[in-house]
């Protein structure tokens, strides 16, 4: 009883001692996202954006941060492309079909922006370049409930494509971050 009494102090000892060293690199972390998201024109949403995804944890600076905002806008884009894929099965040839295509292509479009102009401005360090790819990209939920207004239905897509709009718009921010940075 004695030993197990014992491990289990130690146990709790070591704990503290490993928490100690975490937490220090915890709050640094949320406070960097904190102080460089309350720069940008939606500090909640971009708050809560780069809070929710795990890559975000390894991001020590705002090119760290502003690169995973990136990857999180191509995310959206393979999301929202798939949802609108499986909605699109059956409808072919009517006008939520020829809506569900116009979304289709916006956010192929999107994608195209995203994953090859946008990362490549960023790896050569265009970040102004960067930010004008990403509000190009940040249309493709606009352009796709246009569509469904068109037809006069309500759009399937309408969370998604908000979520679209709102992740490029912070990404765009991050970016004029980093142009504005360089420029000093």
């Not at 070591?14 to 904190?34: C, E, F, N, Q, R």
């Not at 509000?135 to 207004?149: H, I, P, R, S, V």
């Amino acid at each position: 009883m004695a030993s197990t009494v014992a491990t289990v102090a130690m146990a709790l000892v070591m704990l503290a001692a490993v928490s100690s060293d975490i937490l220090p690199v915890v709050d640094a972390h949320t406070g960097l996202i904190s102080r460089t998201c309350k720069k940008t024109k939606t500090p909640a949403i971009c708050v809560a954006m780069l809070r929710a995804d795990r890559r975000t944890d390894g991001a020590m600076n705002l090119y760290g941060l502003a690169s995973n905002a990136l990857l999180i806008a191509i995310d959206t884009v393979y999301n929202n492309t798939r949802a609108i894929v499986d909605l699109f099965k059956g409808k072919e040839g009517t006008p939520e079909g020829g809506a569900l295509d116009v979304c289709n292509q916006a956010y192929l479009e999107a994608d195209n922006d995203l994953e090859l102009q946008a990362c490549v401005a960023l790896d050569f360090l265009d970040y102004a370049g960067a930010s004008k790819v990403i509000l190009l990209a940040k249309d493709a939920g606009d352009m796709c409930e246009d569509a469904f207004k068109a037809i006069n239905k309500k759009s399937p897509l309408t969370d998604m494509d908000r979520q679209m709009t709102e992740r490029c718009g912070v990404t765009a921010d991050l970016m004029d971050l980093l142009a504005s940075k360089r420029s000093e």
